[in-house]
């Protein structure tokens, strides 16, 4: 929507999706789309096992297609991880959420975390972890405001590339969540080797949920993140009996529609304390 300062670091190249064979008009609409920046964010907020309580955001990226209203990443994520323009889209993501968090804090807020997807493309930029950090600096927003959420698709298939940059924005603070978990052929070894510090369990291991063998695996899952010393997060949860029940398995985190759906910014800022006075 907004041109801001910063905008010409994310110009589209043609060249990305042509050389794959020719513009599609998805990818063709997109390319606009990230020029001029038809994309917001909405934010879906997270809780603590227990108590409830508020504890951070995973940030959403929505596409406000001229004509045709809100489309959802699922219609678009898909494409733009296809050519390459996920890229761009990403960085706006970033830029979006440091602003957001910029802007609560100015506005008297205590902010709290915001969780954001990053593709493994964006890792494929040997520059990325240093850039994302160079970006919190210049909004002044401390990297532990930020976490960033790969898929273990993504920490396997790019693992050269991906681990040492984990491992400076973890040194530097940036929570790490692995994403999706439960959905691919996750491996121990990897949850181990990997600089992570949250674990979110997949929708598709919470939906059976009372079931037990279901619930086997979440517990099992749970005492893996207790003994790597992870938060769990459960994500998906859609009713009073998946919450009770993660609860009980151990996870210690909750996200789902149960709780909240994901929210317009100024919706998600309701939710903020006020900075404490000193
Ligand atoms: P994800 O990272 O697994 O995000 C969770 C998705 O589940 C979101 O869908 C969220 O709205 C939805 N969800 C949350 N609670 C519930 C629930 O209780 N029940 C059900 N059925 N769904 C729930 P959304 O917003 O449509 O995003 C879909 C996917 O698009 C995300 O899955 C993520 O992989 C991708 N995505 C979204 N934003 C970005 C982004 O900024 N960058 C990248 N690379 N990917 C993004
Ligand atoms: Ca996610
Ligand atoms: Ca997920
Ligand atoms: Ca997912």
Redesign the pocket.
């Known amino acids: 929507a907004k041109q801001q300062p910063g905008a010409a670091v994310v110009a589209y190249e043609p060249g990305m999706a042509a050389s794959a064979g020719g513009l599609l008009e998805l990818e063709q609409a997109l390319a606009t789309a990230i020029v001029r920046e038809e994309f917001l964010l909405?934010y879906?907020p997270k809780y603590s096992a227990g108590s409830r309580e508020v504890t951070g955001f995973?940030?959403?990226?929505r596409w406000l297609r001229p004509g045709q209203g809100r489309v959802?990443?699922?219609d678009f994520?898909p494409a733009a991880e296809r050519t390459g323009q996920?890229v761009p889209l990403?960085a706006f993501?970033l830029r979006e959420t440091a602003r957001q968090l910029r802007a609560w804090q100015q506005a008297g807020l205590q902010p709290l975390p915001v969780a954001?997807?990053?593709?493994p493309l964006q890792f494929e930029d040997p520059t990325f972890a240093d850039g994302l950090l160079a970006l919190l600096q210049t909004h002044q927003v401390p990297p532990t405001l930020v976490e960033v959420?790969i898929t273990e698709t993504a920490a396997m298939t790019h693992m050269d590339r991906v681990l040492p940059q984990l491992a400076r924005l973890r040194d530097a603070g940036v929570g790490v969540a692995f994403?999706?978990f439960g959905t691919g052929q996750s491996s121990l070894t990897l949850l181990r080797r990997l600089p992570i510090t949250t674990l979110k369990l997949d929708?598709s291991m919470i939906d059976p949920l009372p079931e037990s063998s279901a619930g086997a695996v979440v517990r099992a899952a749970c005492v893996l993140a207790n003994a790597l010393g992870l938060a769990i997060v459960a994500?998906?949860?859609?009713t009073a009996d998946q919450a009770a029940e993660v609860e009980r398995l151990g996870c210690t985190h909750l996200?789902?529609?149960?709780l909240s759906?994901?929210m317009a910014a100024a919706d998600a800022e309701r939710l903020l304390k006020p900075a404490a006075v000193s």
Not at 116 to 119: K, Y
């Open positions: 909405d879906q995973e940030a959403l990226v959802s990443p699922a994520i996920i990403g993501v954001v997807n990053v593709s959420e994403d999706d929708r994500e998906g949860v859609e996200q789902g529609w149960l759906h994901p």
